[in-house]
């Protein structure tokens, strides 16, 4: 099993920046994707981005440009730097992990953009 831990959520004003972090451990051998769904409340699940192990990504058409993920193989590790965050943005996001797609789930992490 692969349990992830995500950090970095929070409250921040229109225009500022967060940085979502989650770490892997358990039976990471097989993992190649990793990346973040979003959800807010009355809104549909939404892919926010994601990472292969290789190194490709791809992103929501809402985040490109102001997003970017990165991958630290060695600590197991995946990373959303979010810029020029917009209210728009406000959603609980969940890092996942899988081999083709997710099959673990973070516990989520609240990111509210307000002034």
Do not use: H
């Not at 409250?11 to 990346?35: D, E, H, K, T």
């Not at 490109?64 to 995946?78: E, L």
Request: charged letters at 15%; hydrophobic letters at 35%.
């Amino acid at each position: 099993q692969v349990q992830l831990v995500e950090s970095g959520g929070g409250l921040v004003q229109p225009g500022g920046s967060l940085r979502l972090s989650c770490a892997a451990s358990g039976s990471i051998f097989s993992i190649n994707l990793m990346g973040w769904y979003r959800q807010a409340p009355g809104k549909q699940r939404e892919l926010v981005a994601r990472i292969t192990r290789g190194g490709s990504t791809i992103y929501a058409d809402s985040v490109k440009g102001r997003f970017t993920i990165s991958r630290d193989n060695a600590k197991n590790t995946v990373y959303l730097q979010m810029n020029s965050l917009k209210p728009e943005d406000t959603a609980i996001y969940y890092c996942y992990s899988g081999t083709f797609a997710p099959d673990f789930w973070g516990q989520g992490t609240q990111v509210t953009v307000s002034s």
